[in-house]
């Protein structure tokens, strides 16, 4: 029986990117379907679990992947509301890979020292990626603040992420990078997960604080987010402080979506959001 995932894409195009994954991580084929929502996905759910027996309901799985990382919880809600006992199929939820990438990201730093007790700042934090690393890293015992250029939208991103996992994150603003280098100054942990091509901090702004202990950087797209860094770092010693670059944990976070989708035909009960998709990549780092 083929393994089947449909891919279900809060954008016009699903995501080249998460089609060649899904196959490299086992799915026989894939189909996607762009523009969706939860006001127009039920006949395609009902597609998916009423056509095989229980059985095989478990060669059947959902991708929910997208740019936009609200629009996709919703969905990714949508879509199992219509499931009930004996008719469900595994589901997934990486909009703009935020989730493997947060949770590689957040894995590797854990790998690298501890995070309990540490002051964390997450720059750039209010983009999907941001905003689940800050989560993962205060569910780890650290006390995260978000940096934006924005306080009002760090502010919006602390408030979303308490009511979706109830973490207490602090929200604070820093409109260039020496303002970002003010905001790190009494950190041990930092991890940049701004847009690709936008150095955040210059190397001056990092390299002889004494308080940083580990970096890391989500842009592999020069200039690179955090400057004095190359993006192949692996945990690397610079100037003291751990260092990972974008490609350093990449291919991690590549290994981590291709378990997740192995995982979604072990079964047709998975529901992989960014707690169980954390919970794997550290047994996985």
Known sequence: MKKLLFQFDTDTHPSVFDTVVAYDGGAD????????TPENVRALVEGTIFTRPPKDKKNTAIFVGGSDMAAGQALFNAVQSYFFPG??????????????TAAAAVAKLASSGALAGKQAVVLAGTGPVGQRAAVML????????????????????CLAMK????VDLSAAEASDSDARGDAIKNANIVLATGAAGIELLKPEH???????????DAN????????GTDMMD???????KIIWGAIGFGAFKLALHRACIARLFEDNKQA???ELIFKLAKEMA
């Open 234 to 240: 692996k945990g690397i010693d610079r100037h003291g």
């Open 87 to 100: 008719f469900q199929v595994s589901v997934m939820l990486d909009s703009n890979g935020s989730n493997t």
């Open 220 to 227: 592999a797209t020069p200039p690179i987010g955090i400057g």
């Open 138 to 157: 205060a569910e780890e015992g650290a006390h995260v603040t978000i940096v934006s250029r924005s306080l009002t939208n760090s502010e919006k991103a």
């Open 272 to 274: 992989l959001d960014a």
């Open 163 to 166: 009511e979706r996992f109830n």
């Open 29 to 36: 084929h894939v189909i996607g379907h762009g523009n969706l």
């Open 206 to 216: 990092w390299q002889n604080n004494p308080n940083l202990e580990m970096l890391a």
